[in-house]
């Protein structure tokens, strides 16, 4: 496994190099934490594979009794359980986003650096959705039934970033996730319309082919409309049923996303040079959640994220399924 890509590896030196220029003691740091990645890279590297049986045991270990174990008794809930190629590799990429989130402070503090914005950014997003990715495919094989056609692609590519820290499908699902949260942003999704959320996001001029075909495959999906809601609102479904409530009360039709806020009382959180891939990461981890204790409590409300329905989809597509 390579410490770092060709595009990381420019942006460090670029930065060091204009650090070093600068006389600042940060071109020590992130010269020192760029080692210890390398070291660490290394012991990621000596860890054995999941694929791989150290005690050579007659029945050894394949890809089906390996697919078995991943999706059934919560064995992906307990890092005890966990690879520890995965533990490892999972920290690698963590203290991998540190060094360039030191990097993204860094930006405010020398203005020299300001070149290196988009380079920094990139990679820093770049990294985010690696650990998105990953832990999608976490929460989609935990506690699931093998006999889905989309498990058994699934743990493949979970295995693969376990491996290589990198999945066949991270570019495809980052760039079309990250569109979609830009959309978020540009369009003015409006509550309660006779077209509904789902058909105003399909009909968006702003949103790749991709976007329409998996709004118009998945938008019967049980909890897929009120997962979409969740997304784009900000709210989770609790909420969003509270805010019904409160617009029947008020006989209002219909309100946009500043207005759903301001009926609940509540200020969407901006801050000062906020980054939207962290925003996003933030939306889908806390959505997640909700979403799993719903699952196992039984309460009403989407028992998945938009996200890991999306890559559901994107498993299941019989074009990528033929490759």
């Known amino acids: ?170 570019e495809r699902f980052a760039l079309a996730i990250r569109e979609l949260w830009q959309a978020r942003h540009t369009v003015v999704p409006v509550l309660g319309t006779l077209l509904g959320t789902v058909e105003i996001m399909r009909l968006n001029g702003l949103l790749s082919p991709v976007w329409s075909d998996f709004l118009a495959k998945r938008s019967k999906v049980e909890g897929f409309p009120h997962a979409l809601e969740e997304f784009i609102f900000g709210l989770d479904y609790e909420e969003l049923v509270v805010l019904r409530q409160k617009m029947e009360e008020k006989q209002l039709n219909l309100v946009s996303r500043e207005q759903a806020w301001q009926l609940l009382d509540k200020e969407e959180a901006l801050e000062e040079n906020s980054n939207p891939a962290l925003e996003l990461y933030r939306s889908y981890m806390n959505r997640q959640q909700n979403a799993k204790l719903r699952r196992y409590r039984g309460a009403p409300g989407p028992k998945r994220s938009l996200e890991e329905l999306f890559v559901i989809y994107l498993l299941s597509s019989p074009e990528k399924n033929s490759n």
């Open 1 to 170: 496994m390579a410490t770092f890509t060709e595009g990381e590896k420019l942006v460090l030196a670029d930065s060091i190099e204009i650090l070093e220029r600068l006389d600042s003691p940060f071109s020590e740091v992130v010269k020192a934490r760029t080692q210890d990645l390398e070291m660490l890279a290394q012991i990621v590297d000596r860890a054995p594979s999941p694929n791989i049986d150290l005690f050579n045991r007659a029945e050894g270990r394949n890809f089906d009794s390996l697919a078995k174990k991943l999706s059934s008794q919560g064995g992906l809930a307990h890092v005890v359980n966990l690879p520890a190629k995965a533990v490892l590799g999972h920290g690698f990429i963590v203290s991998k986003l540190h060094l360039f989130g030191m990097l993204l402070k860094l930006l405010g503090t020398y203005p020299e650096l300001e070149k290196c914005r988009p380079m920094v950014e990139q990679e820093y997003h770049d990294l985010l959705f690696t650990l998105m990715a990953e832990d999608l495919y976490t929460a989609l094989l935990t506690d699931q039934e093998v006999s889905e056609e989309w498990v058994s692609k699934a743990v493949h590519e979970l295995i693969m970033m376990w491996d290589h820290r990198t999945s066949d499908y991270l």
